[in-house]
């Protein structure tokens, strides 16, 4: 089964890519900014997944647009982190952020209230296909 998203919001610029590519130092691979592009603030109508042997959820892909608040969290996520390995393109129901391991293209999650990252082991791709 394919994943729908619901609620999406367009994303209005694309060139929000280059800016935060500039401001943090860090190339964000095309298919994490295909997802983006395609499901910018949206929900996918198959979200949960396992980490090990606990179930954890997907609420939503983080808005890259300017004026939407989700936007600031990416950059509180990104200060937050303090990782430039790790980029925030996720959040859970508790507020943890769901990363790409920038050095190798893995999905992680990251507990906001432990300071620690958690592995999936799974490409973004691997990830989405995982979800039911």
Not at 3 to 29: H, Q, S
Not at 55 to 61: D, N, P, R, V
């Amino acid at each position: 089964m394919s994943i729908t998203w619901k609620y999406k919001i367009d994303l209005k610029d694309k060139a929000v890519f280059e800016k935060i590519e500039k401001n943090r130092g860090i190339i964000i691979p095309d298919d994490l900014k295909m997802l983006i592009e395609q499901a910018n603030a949206a929900t996918p109508s198959l979200y949960k997944y396992m980490l090990g042997s606990t179930e954890k959820t997907l609420g939503a892909i983080l808005s890259f647009n300017k004026d939407d608040e989700d936007v600031d969290l990416v950059y509180t996520a990104l200060d937050d982190i303090d990782e430039k390995n790790y980029f925030p393109f996720g959040i859970d129901a508790f507020g943890d952020y769901i990363c790409l391991d920038l050095t190798d293209d893995t999905v992680t999650l990251w507990s906001h209230e432990e300071n620690k990252f958690y592995r999936t082991n799974k490409t973004l791709k691997e990830f989405l296909d995982s979800l039911y």
